[in-house]
């Protein structure tokens, strides 16, 4: 997932991003797998990619995205607003995103503060439910944050209770296999979550426990849109439907 590091943190990132690389299952990709070929395409976006040139990204296919729009309980993505607000000008459905620091704050913290700055949603078709991007910290060698599996699907719950509270939609889960088996045992207590798979690959491949297929999968970390490349499982019509809620 593009992320928005302190440059002191830059050694550290590419060492996680290197590490996450791998485990999300392969080699980059070129275009779009052919098995998904015709799906709607879609991205995502970070303080990384600054100021977007959204009516390119709209010509170029994009029919969706998702913003970050914070980190742990301290951080908001300075470029939000020209992100968030410029998709939507550009006629193309948006929504925000959270990038978990389970270490550092509880879930319902995270989602309070999420919620707060951007993390909020309204049936009106064109904002997709938050998000919660929960995966390797950037930050540290350990994988799971320090945290037991038990204690990080309390977190992953409390986040999401508070989120559907605040909002009236749970969140999607960003996410990839590999971590999901190592850091919650594969726990299934979240399938009534859309998922939102990371794998970069020709194939989704196997999903984790509880989901029986992807609603957005993450297949490249670069490509013909800005930041990250994305698809939404269905068509167009059901994207909005999805959107709406």
């Not at 037991?148 to 009236?168: D, P, Q």
């Not at 960003?174 to 020709?202: D, P, Q, V």
């Amino acid at each position: 997932m593009a992320r928005d590091h302190k440059p002191s943190l830059r050694r550290a990132r590419i060492a996680a991003v290197s590490a996450a690389t791998l485990a999300l299952g392969a080699t980059a990709l070129a275009e779009i797998p052919v098995s998904a070929a015709g799906k709607p395409k879609g991205h995502d976006v970070s303080s990384h990619q600054k100021n977007v040139d959204w009516q390119k990204a709209k010509s170029k296919g994009a029919r969706f995205v998702y913003v970050k729009a914070t980190e742990s309980h301290t951080y908001r993505n300075p470029y939000y607003s020209q992100q968030y607000n410029g998709a939507r000008n550009a006629g193309i459905i948006r929504g925000a995103y959270h990038f978990a620091l389970p270490n550092k704050s509880s879930g319902k913290t995270q989602a309070q503060y999420f919620v707060r700055n951007g993390g909020s949603w309204k049936a009106d078709g064109w904002t997709l439910p938050p998000a919660l991007d929960i995966e390797f910290n950037p930050y540290s060698s350990k994988t799971c944050h320090g945290m037991s599996k038990t204690k990080m699907i309390s977190w992953i719950r409390s986040f999401s209770s508070e989120v559907k509270r605040l909002t009236g939609r749970r969140p999607v889960i960003y996410t990839n296999t590999n971590w999901w088996k190592k850091c919650t045992g594969n726990s299934a207590a979240f399938a009534n979550h859309a998922l939102w798979l990371a794998r970069y690959s020709s194939s989704a491949g196997t999903l984790p426990a509880g989901w029986q297929y992807w609603t957005f999968w993450q297949y490249d970390n670069s490509g013909s849109l800005p930041g990250d490349q994305n698809l939404f499982n269905g068509s167009t019509t059901a994207l909005r439907k999805f959107a709406r809620g």
